[in-house]
């Protein structure tokens, strides 16, 4: 895992999350800059609309970066996704003899303001990560219950709402819906008091299938575009009522937050791990020709009004039962149309020690065990005016492929009854 070299010093630094080696894909803007396609590299940006006009960077003979995402880049398939990668690596490396022309097409990052990094087609959100069904499972079905007699077999999933699909940064209201205590004969309506978070990884799918088609787990893997962080905040409450029989529903269908950079699969090749052996052996379609999952180390961070911010969690995406690819070919295998910029959130990433728990339901056990901060409050679920940061990197010997923040602030309920 050697580090590259950039004429860009601050990419050649051993704790930046963007070195030559990463390139993630983000759109920003300035001041003076409308929002298009730029390219982190240590504390700057690409912009590359610009590189685009110059004629240092050609991928089509129409423009594709002058657009407030990546989804035209994506549409050019996986052997331009390649070429591209390999013309910004020349174009930023040490020895580069462009340095001069690319040089003022670069913007700090402290002057940039970030959007979403793509339009999301559909968004699709599985129940895969195998601690986590199995501590929530056990919580309300028992241990000798917790996992479906399906989960062993199958990639669960729901389909959850592109149109409230977030970038970090955006404060998310704390959502209103049906409640029912246990001991309650009736529902009310008002604002969740079981309000969560979900440490997921999101999986962006960069090309499409038609109608009917179907798709081996090694196809899909060529078909992801990168990964993001994806907080799929969940209201608990509205989902205990609301999910009998089909899943949930409106308890999460109010916001998910992703990360601003996209980070490409082939910046996450070195550091491909395997998913864990089966208890059961999967169907030949859901089979792994090759380590499918990455080794990439997560982080729950939570910050109190007016707090400081404290770790809470700390797990790895190696521990999830299923990777991405095969969600993708479960997804695909019905003849199921998947479409460039639809989004595969993983599932809740939880490990096996209490520290690697995904979620406050798992940190506070169902509100059972609250979790004490530095500052000597309590939380078992999220409360208003809270701050959730979440964080990942790929950490090689030389190197790290960081993802940046993905951060949502809660704010009260809006409400009209």
């Not at 800059?33 to 730029?38: A, K, S």
């Not at 959850?160 to 209201?173: E, F, K, L, N, P």
């Amino acid at each position: 895992m050697t580090r590259l070299t950039s004429w860009v010093e601050s990419a050649n630094s051993a704790d930046t999350d963007f070195p030559l080696n990463n390139l993630p894909y983000g759109v920003f803007s300035t001041n003076a800059l409308e929002p298009r396609c730029g390219v982190a590299i240590g504390d700057m940006v690409v912009d590359m609309a610009a590189l685009e006009a110059e004629d240092l960077v050609l991928l089509h003979f129409d423009p594709v970066f002058d657009v407030p995402y990546w989804n035209d880049v994506m549409d050019l398939g996986p052997k331009t996704w390649a070429d591209l990668r390999a013309r910004l690596i020349e174009l930023l490396s040490a020895n580069s003899p462009d340095q001069a022309k690319v040089a003022p097409h670069l913007v700090p990052m402290s002057e940039i303001h970030l959007h979403m990094p793509l339009v999301v087609s559909e968004y699709t959100d599985f129940y895969a990560g195998r601690h986590h069904a199995t501590n929530v499972g056990t919580m309300f079905r028992g241990a000798e219950n917790a996992l479906p007699p399906n989960w062993l077999h199958i990639p669960i999933g729901y389909n959850g709402r592109a149109s409230t699909v977030v970038v970090s940064g955006t404060d998310i209201h704390r959502p209103n819906g049906q409640l029912k205590a246990p001991d309650e004969d009736l529902p009310t309506f008002g604002p969740s008091k079981r309000l969560d978070i979900e440490l997921e990884m999101g999986a962006i799918v960069g090309t499409s299938t038609d109608m009917g088609d179907t798709i081996s787990v090694a196809e899909a893997d060529e078909m992801i575009f990168g990964y993001v962080l994806l907080n799929d905040w969940s209201a608990r409450d509205i989902q205990a009522w609301e999910y009998q029989p089909l899943g949930p529903f409106q308890a999460k269908a109010f916001a998910t937050s992703i990360s601003p950079w996209i980070v490409t699969s082939a910046a996450l090749e070195p550091f491909r791990t395997s998913t864990p052996e089966r208890e059961k052996d999967l169907l030949p379609y859901l089979q792994e020709p090759k380590p499918m999952l990455f080794n990439i180390d997560l982080s729950v961070i939570l910050q109190p009004e007016g707090g400081t911010q404290e770790v809470i969690a700390r797990t790895n995406y190696n521990t999830m039962y299923y990777s991405a690819p095969q969600q993708l070919a479960h997804h695909a295998s019905s003849g199921c149309a998947m479409n460039a910029g639809d989004l595969l959130g993983s599932g809740t990433i939880s490990g096996p020690e209490k520290h690697e728990r995904g979620s406050l339901l798992e940190l506070s056990w169902g509100g059972e065990e609250p979790i004490t901060l530095q500052d000597g409050s309590t939380r078992s679920f999220i409360e208003d005016g809270d701050t959730i940061i979440l964080t990942g990197h790929a950490q090689g010997a030389e190197y790290r492929i960081g993802f940046g923040a993905c951060a949502g602030k809660i704010l009260p309920a809006k409400t009209k009854f």
